[in-house]
Nanobody, 126 residues
């Protein structure tokens, strides 16, 4: 399984960006995917996730109403549309995939995710 994140860049506060995550390899057993981010000196934190079983979507409170996660099964892709960006959104953004987990797995923690992309840098200037 390989995950390739892209779409990051340098933008101004209030701008938008759309991140993409292309995944390849084994699809059987996949139960969900998510986006996390990590700013310098901080721990990696949850941003958004989708559970494959019922397309339930989850967001961190800090991005709710501004970010939208979506997937395109035909393209084997996961997206994160980020609007009204703030300087505090600056971080390296990672996509991740979870396999063979109970349907009740906690999407907001790193543990359930088995595969991670390399990350894409998002910098928001004030």
């Amino acid at each position: 399984v390989q995950l390739q994140a892209s779409g990051g860049g340098l933008v101004q506060a209030g701008d938008s960006l759309k991140l993409s995550c292309e995944f390849s390899g084994r699809t059987a057993g996949k139960v969900g995917m998510g986006w996390f981010r990590q700013a310098p000196g901080k721990e990696r934190e949850f941003v958004a996730a989708i559970k494959w079983s019922d397309d339930t979507i989850y967001y961190a409170e800090s991005v709710k109403g501004r970010f939208t996660i979506s997937r395109d099964n035909a393209k084997n892709a996961l997206y994160l549309q980020m609007n009204s960006l703030k300087p505090e959104d600056s971080a390296v953004y990672y996509c991740a995939a979870a396999y063979y987990r109970s349907s009740t797995y906690n999407v907001r923690t790193l543990g359930p995710y088995d595969y991670w992309g390399q990350g894409t840098q998002v910098t928001v200037s004030s």
